[in-house]
């Protein structure tokens, strides 16, 4: 009851001093909202990140037929062709934590159906590249070790290809035609749309690794091989170990260098969300350090209205206020006043964000619990600067308080 | 035109059914020493008094003469140095600040020179005032507001701002803070100090209404005129009650706006 009728007091005397009110409140308006602001345009980065880090694969390592310097001259990338199907089998034998391996060939293809036809990309894998690169058949299946041992003519096609050759109809037990060789199709990939780097991730055909060699490549190396590691804590280890067993297959000596590349694409893109999140919170500690500043805004105005209402307060000493009800008094005030602007804060943030949204084209993500923080925030700033001039209004002298003029 | 006062309530808010010769304020040997570091000033030097239920005192005295600090201590704004204060009987000179805060808020009502309303609040809200702090809930709180605004003739005024009255109806407004929670005693400190004569007078008619109803009441002014409405005078010099008398042929205010004339601008 009490508390209430403080709180409505706290209100009018806000409400008679309304510009000053407003003017002191637009520091923790500024703050909330920029924050909120900073806070949805990092955590829309760091989602877009982590939706390629679930696109990637399963704790991949990736494994590229590569340069090699040789008497000074390098090959360039895939130049080298000592990659083979055995290669990715003695991995998987001989490395613990390595969980599946996929050997790839892939190169340029022209698909045709009927009277369309399509150019794109093939890839040659083993069925463990679906698990490892956590790509669903959608319509179909996967083919099988048994089709892998056989050459089996059969793809999987990614969504664009099924698309551009088939449209609506559907693509399940048709034949398309690459380099002259015959595939039926088993299945359709999951959509995956584009990668960080904007290419269309499904744009390509999938067969089995040994029916690309026999009948498209005409060669026994492989292009790359994707291994995928138990647990994303063994990737490092794993890596290392497997160039061990590489370099031993491919009898390289400690002097010479690498006939592949191996990559952790995971790793990298954890090392992008990592920096997106630093980006975050920097962005983040400079906006709540104006919020902190819009904290002392609020302590300069209430120091000043301790002085301008030194009367009051006398008053309301001599009338019978104790200390408290003083103390409590000036510190609603600043806590109405912080979390009225907080308010209207976290208001101006979700009106920016949207403006930005439109206006900019910036990609903003929202989130209620930010919110939620920056509202208490900004009530623990109304105590924290409320609390010095709310004291020295409660300590002043009754007598002292009635006598200023 | 005088305030019209509604007589029918200030029995109940002078609210004291006990005897009339019971002390409502005994002082024992007051001091008070002001240490401003250098000098030490002496502004009570051994006052001693009993003042009894349901009288009218004036303090009169020169500035400086420690009439104000006298009052101060009254109203349980200020303590002693030394000495005893015992308010119906409780020693209140021992008291912390947040027991003296409750007893100016129950059983002390002040009036101040400067009337002290709260600006930019209504006569309402100001006489709600001191009930706000002895919570006491919403509706009891506007009841007895509105009880003492009547009492004092501003039944009709309760929503006005103080800018919005006279000197003479703001000070009425002060008098009915002063009783919205049925003080012991009314300490009125110089209240007709901002007021022209006959608004004085006024203020002093209802001021000895209240009286009559059984109010004690002490009152501070330097005017001679003034304490003549009230029925003991006390004058302090240098820090000690130089003079404590009856007055005898005490004035009416009534009977004295009669033959005032009425100033109609």
């Not at chain 1, 949204?357 to 990609?363: S, Y």
């Not at chain 2, 019971?22 to 006052?47: C, F, M, P, S, W």
Request: glycine share 10%.
């Amino acid at each position: 009851m009490f508390l209430s009728t403080i709180i409505r007091e706290a209100v009018l005397a806000l409400v008679r001093n309304r510009i000053r009110s407003l003017l002191t409140m637009l520091g923790i308006i500024m703050g909330v909202g920029s924050f909120i602001c900073v806070v949805a345009v990092g955590n829309a980065g760091s989602s877009r990140v982590e939706e390629q880090l679930s696109n990637v694969g399963d704790n991949l390592i990736w494994v590229e037929a590569g340069s090699r310097a040789r008497s000074g001259v390098r090959i360039g990338s895939r130049g080298t062709k000592t990659l083979m199907v055995g290669d990715a089998q003695a991995v998987l034998d001989q490395v613990p934590g390595v969980k599946n391996a996929s050997p790839n060939v892939d190169g340029h293809i022209q698909a045709i159906y009927g009277n369309l036809n399509w150019g794109t990309q093939y890839r040659g894998v083993s069925p463990e590249y679906f698990e490892i690169r956590k790509w669903q058949v959608r319509l179909g299946a996967g083919f099988t070790q048994d089709d892998v041992e056989k050459n089996a003519p059969v793809c999987v096609l990614g969504q664009t290809v099924a698309l551009n050759l088939f449209g609506e109809e559907d693509p399940l037990g048709k034949t398309i035609n690459i380099k002259s060789v015959p595939f039926k199709v088993i299945g359709v990939l999951q959509c995956k749309g584009f990668s960080a780097t904007g290419q269309d991730q499904d744009d390509f055909v999938v067969m089995p690794v040994t029916t690309a060699q026999k009948r498209i490549t005409g060669a026994e190396c492989l292009d790359d091989i994707y291994f995928s590691a138990a647990s994303r804590a063994e990737i490092p280890e794993v890596t290392r170990r497997i160039i061990g067993v590489m370099r031993e297959r491919h009898h390289l000596r400690a002097s010479e260098d690498d006939d592949f590349n191996i990559r952790t694409p995971e790793e990298l893109i954890r090392a992008q969300l990592a920096a997106a999140n630093v980006f975050t919170l920097l962005l983040g500690s400079a906006a709540s350090l104006s919020l902190l500043v819009g904290g002392i805004g609020i302590m300069n105005i209430m120091l000043i209205s301790v002085t301008e209402r030194t009367r009051e307060i006398g008053i309301r000493l001599a009338i019978g206020a104790t200390e408290q009800d003083i103390q409590l008094q000036f510190l609603s005030e600043a806590i109405v006043m912080s979390l009225i602007g907080g308010a209207l804060g976290v208001l101006a943030g979700v009106l920016g964000s949207f403006l930005l949204k439109n206006t900019l084209h910036w990609d903003m993500q929202l989130s209620p619990h930010i919110m939620a923080i920056a509202g208490l925030f900004s009530a623990i700033v109304g105590i924290f600067f409320g609390y010095y001039p709310a004291r020295k209004a409660a300590q002043l002298d009754p007598i002292e308080g009635l006598r200023y003029e | 035109m005088g305030p019209q006062i509604n007589p029918l309530t200030v029995a109940e808010v002078a609210g004291q059914e006990s005897s009339r010769d019971e002390i409502v304020i005994q002082v024992n040997d007051l001091h008070k020493v002001y240490d401003l570091g250098e000098t030490q000033v002496h502004a009570l030097r051994g006052v001693s008094l009993a003042i009894r239920r349901g009288e009218f005192v004036s303090i009169m005295g020169a500035s400086g003469s420690g009439k104000s600090t006298f009052m101060n201590i009254l109203g349980c704004l200020d303590k002693p140095t030394s000495g005893q204060y015992l308010l119906e009987g409780a020693d209140v000179s021992g008291l912390e600040k947040k027991q003296l805060a409750g007893i100016r808020n129950r059983k002390i009502g002040f009036v101040f020179q400067g009337f002290n309303l709260l600006a930019r609040t209504t006569a309402l809200e100001n006489t709600e005032l001191p009930t706000l702090y002895s919570r006491i809930d919403k509706a009891e709180r506007h009841r007895r507001a509105v009880e003492a605004l009547t009492m004092v003739g501003l039944g009709d005024r309760i929503n006005h701002f103080p800018s919005q009255l006279s000197g003479g109806q703001q000070q009425r407004v002060a008098i009915a803070r002063a009783l919205v929670n049925r003080p012991s005693i009314l300490l009125a400190d110089e209240p007709t100090g901002n007021l022209d004569s006959r608004t004085s007078v006024e203020v002093m008619e209802i001021v000895q209404s209240l009286n009559d109803k059984g109010l004690t009441i002490v009152l501070v002014t330097h005017e001679h005129d003034i304490a003549q409405f009230t029925k003991r005078s006390i004058v302090f010099r240098d820090g000690k009650i130089r003079r404590d008398e009856a007055i005898f042929n005490r004035a009416n205010a009534a009977d004295v706006l009669k033959t005032m004339p009425v100033l109609e601008d």
